[in-house]
Protein backbone atom coordinates (compact mmCIF):
# COMPACT_ATOMS: atom_id res chain seq x y z
CA UNK A 1 0.00 0.00 0.00
CA UNK A 2 1.37 3.44 -0.87
CA UNK A 3 1.52 5.73 1.46
CA UNK A 4 -1.85 7.97 0.93
CA UNK A 5 -3.72 4.84 1.29
CA UNK A 6 -1.77 3.78 4.71
CA UNK A 7 -3.36 7.34 5.90
CA UNK A 8 -6.80 6.97 4.37
CA UNK A 9 -6.59 2.99 5.80
CA UNK A 10 -5.69 4.00 9.21
CA UNK A 11 -7.84 7.20 9.60
CA UNK A 12 -10.75 4.21 8.50
CA UNK A 13 -9.86 2.06 10.94
CA UNK A 14 -8.81 4.00 13.80
CA UNK A 15 -12.84 5.14 12.58
CA UNK A 16 -13.95 1.55 12.95
CA UNK A 17 -11.68 1.14 16.50
CA UNK A 18 -13.68 4.02 17.81
CA UNK A 19 -16.82 2.79 16.92
CA UNK A 20 -16.43 -0.45 19.13
CA UNK A 21 -18.61 -0.23 22.51
CA UNK A 22 -15.29 -0.05 24.36
CA UNK A 23 -14.66 -0.79 27.82
CA UNK A 24 -13.71 2.17 29.25
CA UNK A 25 -10.02 0.74 30.77
CA UNK A 26 -9.64 0.04 27.23
CA UNK A 27 -10.37 3.13 25.19
CA UNK A 28 -6.37 4.01 25.78
CA UNK A 29 -5.99 0.82 23.41
CA UNK A 30 -6.96 2.10 20.39
CA UNK A 31 -3.60 3.34 18.54
CA UNK A 32 -1.92 0.30 19.64
CA UNK A 33 -5.12 -1.92 18.33
CA UNK A 34 -4.77 0.15 15.00
CA UNK A 35 -1.39 -0.29 14.33
CA UNK A 36 -1.45 -3.66 15.12
CA UNK A 37 -4.40 -4.07 12.34
CA UNK A 38 -2.03 -2.06 10.37
CA UNK A 39 1.14 -4.21 10.29
CA UNK A 40 -1.41 -7.65 9.79
CA UNK A 41 -2.79 -5.95 6.89
CA UNK A 42 0.32 -5.00 5.24
CA UNK A 43 1.51 -8.87 6.43
CA UNK A 44 -1.47 -10.26 4.36
CA UNK A 45 -1.24 -7.78 1.28
CA UNK A 46 2.64 -9.02 0.72
CA UNK A 47 1.23 -12.88 1.31
CA UNK A 48 -1.25 -12.07 -1.45
CA UNK A 49 1.32 -10.59 -3.60
CA UNK A 50 3.52 -13.28 -3.23
CA UNK A 51 0.97 -15.89 -4.10
CA UNK A 52 0.61 -13.94 -7.25
CA UNK A 53 3.80 -13.27 -8.50
CA UNK A 54 4.35 -17.38 -7.68
CA UNK A 55 0.78 -18.01 -9.76
CA UNK A 56 1.86 -16.06 -12.36
CA UNK A 57 5.41 -17.75 -12.89
CA UNK A 58 3.35 -21.68 -12.38
CA UNK A 59 1.51 -20.21 -14.95
CA UNK A 60 3.87 -19.10 -17.36
CA UNK A 61 5.75 -22.85 -17.00
CA UNK A 62 2.52 -24.21 -17.55
CA UNK A 63 2.03 -22.99 -20.86
CA UNK A 64 5.37 -23.53 -21.70
CA UNK A 65 5.62 -26.87 -20.68
CA UNK A 66 1.68 -27.18 -22.77
CA UNK A 67 3.17 -25.32 -25.86
CA UNK A 68 6.55 -28.29 -26.08
CA UNK A 69 3.41 -30.82 -25.40
CA UNK A 70 1.82 -29.64 -28.49
CA UNK A 71 4.93 -29.49 -30.51
CA UNK A 72 5.99 -32.69 -28.93
CA UNK A 73 2.60 -34.11 -30.34
CA UNK A 74 2.62 -32.95 -33.85
CA UNK A 75 6.33 -34.59 -34.21
CA UNK A 76 4.77 -37.95 -33.03
CA UNK A 77 2.08 -37.74 -35.27
CA UNK A 78 4.50 -36.86 -38.59
CA UNK A 79 6.03 -39.82 -38.11
CA UNK A 80 2.89 -41.54 -37.57
CA UNK A 81 1.99 -40.30 -41.20
CA UNK A 82 5.53 -40.96 -42.19
CA UNK A 83 4.98 -44.64 -41.56
CA UNK A 84 1.50 -44.82 -42.86
CA UNK A 85 3.19 -43.49 -46.21
CA UNK A 86 5.70 -45.96 -45.89
CA UNK A 87 3.04 -48.66 -45.68
CA UNK A 88 1.12 -47.13 -48.97
CA UNK A 89 4.64 -47.22 -50.50
CA UNK A 90 5.51 -50.73 -49.55
CA UNK A 91 2.13 -51.81 -51.46
CA UNK A 92 2.77 -50.16 -54.59
CA UNK A 93 6.24 -51.75 -55.10
CA UNK A 94 5.76 -53.99 -58.15
CA UNK A 95 7.64 -57.43 -57.11
CA UNK A 96 10.60 -56.61 -58.33
CA UNK A 97 11.34 -53.89 -56.14
CA UNK A 98 10.20 -55.59 -53.10
CA UNK A 99 12.55 -58.47 -54.57
CA UNK A 100 15.68 -55.96 -54.63
CA UNK A 101 15.15 -54.65 -51.25
CA UNK A 102 15.09 -57.85 -49.55
CA UNK A 103 18.07 -58.53 -51.50
CA UNK A 104 20.09 -56.11 -50.22
CA UNK A 105 19.01 -56.33 -46.61
CA UNK A 106 20.00 -59.99 -46.42
CA UNK A 107 23.34 -58.62 -48.20
CA UNK A 108 23.92 -56.71 -45.33
CA UNK A 109 23.96 -59.34 -43.29
CA UNK A 110 20.58 -58.68 -41.54
CA UNK A 111 16.75 -60.50 -42.17
CA UNK A 112 14.10 -59.12 -43.52
CA UNK A 113 11.87 -59.49 -40.37
CA UNK A 114 12.91 -56.20 -38.74
CA UNK A 115 11.56 -54.48 -41.76
CA UNK A 116 8.35 -56.16 -42.86
CA UNK A 117 7.52 -56.35 -39.45
CA UNK A 118 7.54 -52.47 -39.20
CA UNK A 119 5.86 -52.49 -42.78
CA UNK A 120 2.87 -55.05 -41.85
CA UNK A 121 2.29 -54.11 -37.73
CA UNK A 122 2.08 -50.17 -39.12
CA UNK A 123 -1.76 -50.53 -37.28
CA UNK A 124 -0.47 -51.15 -33.58
CA UNK A 125 2.62 -49.09 -33.64
CA UNK A 126 0.07 -45.91 -35.15
CA UNK A 127 -2.26 -46.86 -32.50
CA UNK A 128 0.93 -46.59 -30.13
CA UNK A 129 2.05 -43.16 -31.33
CA UNK A 130 -1.79 -41.96 -31.42
CA UNK A 131 -1.89 -42.47 -28.12
CA UNK A 132 1.97 -40.54 -27.56
CA UNK A 133 0.94 -37.56 -29.12
CA UNK A 134 -2.62 -37.30 -26.65
CA UNK A 135 -0.60 -37.91 -23.89
CA UNK A 136 1.41 -34.72 -24.95
CA UNK A 137 -1.36 -32.86 -26.17
CA UNK A 138 -4.03 -33.36 -22.56
CA UNK A 139 -1.09 -34.77 -19.90
CA UNK A 140 -2.46 -35.53 -16.86
CA UNK A 141 -2.54 -32.26 -14.09
CA UNK A 142 -2.58 -32.70 -10.43
CA UNK A 143 -5.51 -31.11 -9.60
CA UNK A 144 -5.15 -27.70 -7.74
CA UNK A 145 -4.25 -27.31 -3.90
CA UNK A 146 -7.14 -27.23 -1.66
CA UNK A 147 -6.89 -23.44 -0.35
CA UNK A 148 -4.98 -22.80 2.79
CA UNK A 149 -7.27 -22.26 6.25
CA UNK A 150 -5.36 -19.42 6.96
CA UNK A 151 -5.85 -17.08 3.83
CA UNK A 152 -5.75 -13.55 4.76
CA UNK A 153 -9.28 -13.18 4.53
CA UNK A 154 -9.61 -15.52 7.34
CA UNK A 155 -6.07 -13.69 9.41
CA UNK A 156 -7.87 -11.02 9.41
CA UNK A 157 -10.91 -12.17 10.89
CA UNK A 158 -8.81 -14.04 13.49
CA UNK A 159 -6.92 -11.09 14.49
CA UNK A 160 -10.19 -8.59 14.74
CA UNK A 161 -12.14 -10.86 16.74
CA UNK A 162 -8.93 -10.69 19.28
CA UNK A 163 -9.18 -7.16 19.09
CA UNK A 164 -13.08 -7.20 19.65
CA UNK A 165 -12.93 -9.58 22.38
CA UNK A 166 -10.25 -7.08 24.18
CA UNK A 167 -11.25 -3.83 23.59
CA UNK A 168 -15.07 -4.53 24.58
CA UNK A 169 -15.03 -7.69 26.55
CA UNK A 170 -17.79 -9.51 24.36
CA UNK A 171 -17.17 -12.54 22.15
CA UNK A 172 -17.74 -12.46 17.96
CA UNK A 173 -21.08 -14.09 16.58
CA UNK A 174 -20.83 -17.83 17.21
CA UNK A 175 -23.75 -18.52 14.24
CA UNK A 176 -24.75 -22.43 14.15
CA UNK A 177 -24.64 -23.92 10.65
CA UNK A 178 -27.97 -22.18 8.43
CA UNK A 179 -28.44 -19.59 11.75
CA UNK A 180 -29.11 -16.22 10.49
CA UNK A 181 -26.39 -13.79 10.93
CA UNK A 182 -27.55 -10.11 11.93
CA UNK A 183 -25.18 -7.31 11.07
CA UNK A 184 -24.08 -6.01 14.71
CA UNK A 185 -20.50 -4.30 15.78
CA UNK A 186 -18.48 -6.90 14.97
CA UNK A 187 -19.78 -7.31 11.42
CA UNK A 188 -19.56 -3.43 10.65
CA UNK A 189 -16.02 -3.45 12.69
CA UNK A 190 -14.98 -6.49 10.22
CA UNK A 191 -16.23 -5.11 7.25
CA UNK A 192 -14.43 -1.98 7.50
CA UNK A 193 -11.26 -3.76 8.17
CA UNK A 194 -12.07 -6.26 4.72
CA UNK A 195 -12.17 -2.73 3.29
CA UNK A 196 -9.29 -0.75 4.09
CA UNK A 197 -7.03 -4.28 3.41
CA UNK A 198 -9.12 -4.16 -0.55
CA UNK A 199 -10.39 -7.81 0.40
CA UNK A 200 -14.02 -8.30 -1.70
CA UNK A 201 -15.02 -11.68 0.03
CA UNK A 202 -18.08 -11.68 2.08
CA UNK A 203 -17.94 -10.73 5.69
CA UNK A 204 -20.91 -13.16 6.92
CA UNK A 205 -18.99 -16.22 5.11
CA UNK A 206 -15.94 -15.15 7.09
CA UNK A 207 -17.69 -14.90 10.43
CA UNK A 208 -19.07 -18.36 9.82
CA UNK A 209 -15.33 -19.87 9.03
CA UNK A 210 -14.12 -17.97 12.06
CA UNK A 211 -16.90 -20.05 14.25
CA UNK A 212 -16.05 -23.01 12.12
CA UNK A 213 -12.15 -22.72 13.15
Not at 11 to 20: I, K
Not at 29 to 53: H, N, Q, W
Not at 185 to 213: M, Q, Y
Amino acid sequence: MNSTTDLTDKQRLEAAVRRLPLLPERKTEVDRAVTGLVFVIRSVSASKEVDAAVAAREEAVAKEREAAGYAAAAQVRDVDWALYELKEAWDRLSDMARDAILAHVGRAGNTDNALIDLIENHGPIAETLVVAADDLEHPDRPPPAAPQPDDPALVLAKHAARIFTRLTGKKPPHPRPGEQIIPGPFFWFLEDIFRAAKITVGVESNIRRLAES
